[in-house]
């Protein structure tokens, strides 16, 4: 039975009454025997939203999404007959939602989750119906489009599990959230649909690896790269620049859709990003990036267990897109508050803890999440994927702790940021010691057949010389730098090189924000350029002390003085920089 079939169903009679109330957790009784986990509730007089978590013989188990103050035993509660379901369709980019996908400042008014029928969003639409009444259509096949925002084009398809004769389209002209714009088959399809949130959406095909997620990050892109449809973990103690980071990806990644979910982190930082996509021009369509943007914020002042829902919305909103035909990116900040709220619900519940107080289900909920990032064939035959990010807050920096154990085993790429380089500023902070990437053999295939076949080559050799600097360093702190013979003085000095004029960017500058491809590439064959020209003025005699007085500090300056995309300003630094080192013959 659909969802909208069961809820018509059992009508306004489905009504229970407050037995217990228990800060989130509301033991409710008198449901009907039909009534099932995750069944969304409506509990107490004010309408409080929660979901069925457990039944208890003549009972159920609600867990309350919102601030429960003043709920008292006695009160009503009905139930919805729906899972928790996020509400899909135009009107989500450039708004800001809560865990449910309800509107918060500065959002236009939307649905409530659940109950599709009321609250219905009072903006219209222009629809333009391209699909032919009598054909035969199928799940993902496109009905018309609207004009959400001129930088993502919305085409409304038929609705999974949906297919048949189309029997009426709605003509051209004007259209609400609520309006039925055809019929499948006997089905109506609205405009704005619901989908349970804790459900994956449905695809034709799981694809292999693909192309990489450009970041614009030097650091991520030539050493620890993300696939599209791959996923990847933030890891750092406090004060070591996760969240620049994670909005640094927001801001600048090529995905075409961006799904920012602020789950347990401090208000003052989303208001932060809400303010920089607000201000932010878009490179693809000149106009503000808040229009390809949603954002979901769920702030350590709000309710707790609406954290927990909050993670499953964004994933939702993000493959929703992503049967649009889109490659969308889910940005979640942190998927630590997302498990500290598990862990009260389980400790509220009375379930046996597991380590460190967590559920015994934590790394299945975790693997759950991870797996729904993927690159499809969607229904109606495009390619498109959904990337995840996610934030890992280990508490003191401990890395062994569960939700960071757990991450590192299904995160396909780990970004490990260093305290001690972020009190260097050092940024971003990501220690390439520590970090990794399940995706360097794929995309060194795909940039084989891509125009840069250098690709693997180059980031093999920038790898293997910081790891000789820090073994060498290492060395050189008991035995002195001067004790060490000029090939490796040499390395040591590429490596600062590396550090110094490649992988670090600084946020704040219009040049050096976001890197381009081509200027990554020029940059990093610079930087082994100059280290293959010490090398051999090292062997052809000339003393290593002279070497590390050469002046490269115009190679160091062209991060930030060159565009992001201007590769050929690289090049004449290159030179000019190469002959100076000639002069020190």
């Excluded at 508490?395 to 569960?402: A, I």
């Excluded at 795909?446 to 293997?464: F, G, M």
Aim: glycine share 10%.
């Amino acid at each position: 039975m659909a969802l909208t079939d069961r809820r018509d169903a059992v009508g306004d009679v489905a009504t229970g009454v407050v037995r217990r109330v228990n800060g989130p957790l509301v033991d409710v009784d008198g449901l009907p025997s039909d009534a099932g986990l995750l069944d969304l509730v409506e509990v107490g007089r004010s309408g409080y939203l929660g979901e069925i978590v457990a039944l208890r013989g003549e009972g159920v188990r609600v867990q309350v999404y919102e601030y429960t103050g003043g709920l008292r035993p006695g009160e009503p509660a009905r139930w919805l007959a729906v899972p928790l379901s996020a509400p899909l369709g135009p009107g989500l980019l450039g708004g800001v939602f809560d865990g449910l996908l309800r509107p918060l400042v500065g959002a236009p008014r939307w649905l409530v989750p659940g109950s599709l029928d009321r609250q219905v969003d009072g903006r219209r639409w222009t629809w333009t119906p391209v699909a032919a009444v009598g054909a035969s259509v199928a799940a993902g096949a496109v009905l018309g489009r609207v004009d959400e925002t001129p930088a993502i084009p919305h085409p409304i398809l038929v609705p999974p599990g949906v297919e048949g004769r189309l029997e009426w389209l709605h003509g051209e002209g004007e259209v609400a959230a609520a309006d039925r714009v055809a019929t499948v088959d006997g089905v109506d399809v609205p405009l704005v649909g619901a989908w349970p949130v804790r459900r994956p959406r449905p695809y034709a095909e799981r694809l292999p690896s693909g192309p990489p997620l450009i970041t614009g990050q030097r650091v991520l892109d030539l050493l620890q790269p993300v696939a599209k449809g791959s996923t990847a973990a933030v890891i750092g103690g406090f004060g070591t620049g996760k969240t620049l980071l994670l909005q640094q990806l927001a801001k600048w990644c090529d995905a075409e859709v961006i799904v920012y979910v602020g789950c347990g982190e401090r208000g003052n930082e989303l208001s932060d990003a809400i303010d920089d996509l607000e201000r932010l021009e878009d490179p693809r369509s000149g106009r503000k990036l808040s229009e390809r943007t949603v954002i979901i914020g769920n702030t350590s002042n709000m309710p707790v267990m609406a954290r927990e829902s909050s993670i499953h919305t964004g994933m939702t909103v993000a493959e929703y897109y992503r049967d649009l035909g889109y490659d969308t990116v889910v940005v979640a900040d942190s998927t630590s508050r997302w498990a500290e709220a598990l862990r009260e619900f389980s400790s509220r519940s009375g379930e046996l803890p597991a380590e460190e107080g967590y559920p015994a289900g934590l790394a299945s909920a975790l693997a759950a999440f991870y797996e729904r990032a993927a690159r499809v064939r969607t229904l109606g035959g495009q390619v498109a994927s959904t990337t995840l990010v996610a934030s890992v807050s280990p508490p003191g920096g401990d890395l062994t702790e569960p939700v960071s154990a757990h991450t590192q085993r299904f995160a396909r790429s780990l970004w490990a940021l260093d305290r001690d380089l972020a009190y260097a500023r050092h940024y971003p902070a990501v220690a390439w010691r520590s970090s990794f990437s399940r995706d360097v053999g794929a995309l060194g295939t795909w940039y084989s057949a891509h125009d840069d076949p250098a690709w693997a080559r180059r980031r093999a050799r920038l790898e293997s010389l910081l790891a000789d600097a820090d073994r060498l360093q290492a060395v050189a702190e008991l035995v002195g730098l001067g004790a060490l013979p000029g090939h490796e003085r040499a390395v040591l000095l590429t490596a600062r090189l590396i550090r110094e004029a490649l992988l670090q960017q600084n946020a704040l500058s219009s040049n050096d924000a976001y890197c381009l491809p081509s200027k990554q590439a020029a940059l990093a064959d610079a930087v082994l350029a100059v280290h293959d020209r010490a090398q051999e003025l090292v062997e052809a005699g000339l003393p290593a002390t002279l070497l590390e007085q050469a002046d490269l500090s115009p190679l160091v300056r062209a991060r930030d003085d060159l565009a992001p995309g201007d590769a050929a300003g690289v090049g004449v630094v290159l030179d000019r920089v190469l002959a100076d080192m000639e002069r020190l013959r």
